[in-house]
């Protein structure tokens, strides 16, 4: 990451430490979104997890960097086609079924996981960057 | 066809934020076609109904009491073409309005939102999910009347917020009870039930809990101090939808549901909300006379015509609760026909003080004609809609032996039109301009004239609705369902 050296965020220690861990947060939170969907709540925490891991990318390296990595307009759209999504696997419930890997089993989680990853970091920015004034985040 | 009340307003809720940024015209564009198709469907359900008594629609294909259900009847259907109807007009209405906005996509995706929970809370067969929807919408109004970001807007917006969440709070802790009662959510099941376990001290404390839930939901007095900030804070359609619709679904609907087809109507409850009714009738439209702003006066004046609803349904006999059901479509039509006045007259006058406001109905007919329309029949004058609820309900007193209600109701009658005549004549007809309609030089376009007329026509033709078919069949088959009481959903 070739933002380390600038002076903006935190200090050098808790850049690189985010550095080595930012890709194992994320691979955790798809993990616990796959792995723990039958059970109560899976899709939910998998996404809290992965709105974490943008978090720690803002609080330790700044606004700039975290949005520049997604976008919000990204994040905008992305969590009205995952709710579309859902809706269409509500409506038609059987047309998934025929090919493996969009069946309902795979595709609700990973809507349920980038509504709610994207809505928590979306509310994350909002308490961040409005507060201060900054009319052009969104 | 059930489910497609609810498919539509979320897809366009979900499809308003992809495209409606960047394309800007597409948020006010999808949200009145889908407001459009929902309320075609509302008259494709009516057919149904005619064959079917209720219709039904499982989650999953789970039958009812363990599976989720979605249960249209008399009731849901009257007011789901009440409430779409309207909406689809204040949808057409916002399509010019919201240009003085930025972000309009927010307040597509919001107003969608609002209608889905709305409706929801028409056809929910489960309790838990009326309270689902029910915060649905309310939370999309919350961020709806402070729309505008302006201190005063916020400030409504806050207040609405910390009332209406004491109200779910007290609703779903009185769900949450009945729950660990009976054991279902089911509201027909749970209706069932209720009857076989004899009286209980729980049920009447759930009742109360109820009661101030949906009350504050609904306005009535004691529990209406968020109202006219809300509603007069909030933008002119939104504000429309939130007396049109809002507090009659969320408030005056739900109550009815639950009390009269789940915990039945005890004497108490009725005494409670027939004091809640006069309270709110008489002190709504004794504050009403102090008002200088426009919509502060008509969000008042809505209060007092919430009491008179709800003064119908503590009433109970057949041609009571008929009252307060044709009362409530009358209101619902022509206070959103006064707020999207008020809103026209603020687009064109710049200022929503009545001291300022001169001479409507010169500089702009269209609003000025109809504002006199929708007054006069809130005023409860005779040929039209207004009159004639009115009239039913106080005949109602008389004949279930109330004559002091029907005495009230009568005197709040003339109060209305008083202090409406003392607002409106000089702001319609009064020629001395200190500020004059034209000082923002901003004209209403068609698309905001036109759901203005439609709404107009609607409160001259609504005392129609007592003509025996349609409209007499669909009130009957709406009063029904209340007098049935506890056989809901079969």
Redesign the interface.
Known sequence: MKYIREDKGMTLIVKSVTRLTLGFILLYGIYITLNGHAGPGGGFAGGVIVALSFVHIMLAFGKEVALKRLRAWLLRVSIGIAALIFLYVAVIRSSFVSCPVFSTEVIIPLCEMVIVGGGLFAIFIALVLLSKGDKDAE | MI?LLL?IP??SA?????IG?RIKWTGGAISSLAAFALAANSFVIISNLMKYKTLLYKFGAFPPPAGISLIVDGLSVFLLITVNVVAFLIALFSMDYMKQYTDRWKFYTLFMFMLAGVNGVLIAGDIFNLYVFLEVAAIAGYFLVGFGVRDEELEAAFKYAVMGSVASIFILLGIGLLYSYTSTLNMAEMARILPQTGTSSLVTFVSVLFLMGFGLKAALVPFHSWLPYAHSQAPAPISAMLSGVSIKVLGIYALARIFFNVLGMTPAVCFILIALAVLSMVAGSIMAFGQSDIKRLFAYSSISQIGYIALGLGIGTPLAISGALFHLFNHSIFKSLLFLNSGSIEYAAGTRDLNRIRNVIREDPVTGYTNLIGSLSICGVPPLGGFWSKLIIILACIQANHPILAFVAAVVSMLTLAYYFKALTPALFGTHATAGIKASGRKISFAMAAPMVILAILVVISGMMLLPNPGRELLKGAANVLQNGRNYGK
Not at chain 2, 14 to 18: A, G, M, Q, Y
Request: charged content about 10%.
């Open positions: 489910s498919i979320l897809s979900f499809l308003i934020p992809i940024k």
